[in-house]
């Protein structure tokens, strides 16, 4: 039996946009299909609307989940030079921001348009506001029960994300499907995410800012930290949220690597009747050490004099602020994580082709992948690396 597509891929985000002019090539008849109303929303709303297109540091070690090789080939054979050269060639400004991010000079519309225009120039079609009810393999394929009707094709992309920003449509059917086909999967849980804390614990120093070291057992961050009304927030604890698990803390080292010891001696010879409270705002946010003077009143009392502290009382103090071990209740979750831990397990794809390993025309790519980036560009160089190895590997079979 002729199918209707080549190709059909559900999900119009990042990944699925960028798989289809590979697919279509050579004149494959491919299919783009969403639920939503506009494709690449997350694209439109990301990097503050500038879209954090990928990063120039870009390597495996940047991405987790449970395989730590199984992305290399994919990073490897479309790399973060690759995107930037095509952003290039369509004329789009960037700028690097900060470790290596790189965000359009406007807006980030420009990657969707880029993105949806390289669709229809290579002849393949987008069709949005349109479900699928129901998916069952048959001998030539996979056929499609949707909202617009009865479809077919010989292979299958699946690049619906993962659950993060359920306003914006995020569902967990990729999970769903990879499940019905008799994937794993890895539980997902939001990352890139805000830690909450008991209530008011820190209100006082909401919009409080500084620069950071924060870790737990596996990795550990140089960023800036920033308090809110529900708890921490800031790249820091995006980034370390990732790497966080439910009941156990995470480290801040207050000083972001300086010598305070150092500072603070040097300054107790200088001036002395200086109060420590008064010195310690010379190198930290004054909210925040009016906060600590309380938060560590019973081992602390920041209303001494410098040249009342021993080494010993000074190392202590400088101990503890290298080391601010806190344990949060929680993350703000799904709602406003950027992306999603977990998802389908790799054990069960080819990492050259993304393809599954026991279902063959059916393929996973994007965010819906267990693979998570870090913050800074890094899940959208998944989202095109993945793509492209999927959409070349469709339009070379
Ligand atoms: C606020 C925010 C800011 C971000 N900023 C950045 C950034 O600057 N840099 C970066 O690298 N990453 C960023 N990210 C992460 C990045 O957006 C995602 O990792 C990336 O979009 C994943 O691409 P994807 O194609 O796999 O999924 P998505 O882009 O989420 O696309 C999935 C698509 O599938 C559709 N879909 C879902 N379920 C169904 C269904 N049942 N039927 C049909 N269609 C369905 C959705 O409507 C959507 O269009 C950000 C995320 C958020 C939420």
Request: proline fraction near 4%; glycine fraction near 10%.
């Amino acid at each position: 039996m002729i199918t209707d597509w080549d190709t059909i891929i559900i999900g119009a985000g990042a990944a699925g946009l960028f798989c289809a002019p590979y697919a279509a090539e050579g004149g494959k008849r491919t299919l783009v299909i969403d639920h939503a109303t506009k494709p690449g929303e997350k694209i439109r709303i990301s990097g503050g609307g500038r879209c954090n297109f990928t990063n120039m540091h870009a390597e495996p070690a940047n991405f987790t989940g449970q395989n730590p090789h199984f992305h290399k080939s994919a990073l490897a054979r479309f790399t973060q030079w690759d995107f930037i050269e095509m952003v290039d060639r369509a004329g789009i400004a960037w700028h690097e921001k900060t470790l290596g991010q790189l965000f359009c000079d406007g807006k980030s519309t420009q990657i969707v348009d880029l993105l949806v225009q390289n669709l229809k120039d290579a002849g393949a079609e987008l069709r949005l506001s349109t479900s699928v009810e129901n998916l069952e393999q048959t001998d030539d394929g996979f056929a499609l029960t949707t909202s617009a009707g009865a479809l077919t094709c010989r292979n299958l992309v699946l690049a619906t994300g993962g659950k993060s920003i359920p306003r914006m449509g995020a569902t967990g059917f990729a999970y769903d499907i990879a499940r019905q086909f008799g994937h794993n999967i890895i539980n997902p849980r939001p990352a890139l995410v805000p830690l909450t804390f008991p209530e008011g614990r820190f209100a006082a120093l909401s919009g409080v800012s500084l620069p950071v070291r924060v870790w737990t057992q596996s990795a550990s961050f140089d960023e800036a930290m920033l308090f809110t009304h529900r708890g921490l927030s800031g790249p820091a604890i995006l980034q370390i949220s990732s790497f966080w698990h439910e009941g156990t803390s995470i480290h801040v080292d207050l000083t972001g690597g300086r010598d305070l010891f150092s500072a603070l001696r040097d300054q107790r010879q200088a001036e002395g009747r200086r109060q420590l409270s008064t010195e310690l705002a010379n190198h930290l946010p004054a909210r925040l050490v009016e906060f600590l003077a309380t938060e560590w009143a019973d081992r602390f009392d920041l209303t001494q004099r410098l040249a009342d502290q021993s080494d010993t009382a000074l190392r202590a103090l400088t101990d503890q602020l290298s080391d601010w071990s806190l344990t949060p209740s929680g993350s703000e979750g799904y709602r406003t994580a950027e992306v999603t831990l977990g998802g389908i397990a790799t054990d069960g794809i080819d990492s050259k082709s993304m393809m599954s390993k026991t279902v063959p025309g059916l393929y996973f790519i994007g965010e819906c992948v267990d693979v998570t980036g870090w913050l800074g560009g890094f899940n959208f160089q998944w989202a095109w690396s993945s793509a492209h190895a999927a959409g070349r590997h469709i339009a070379e079979a």
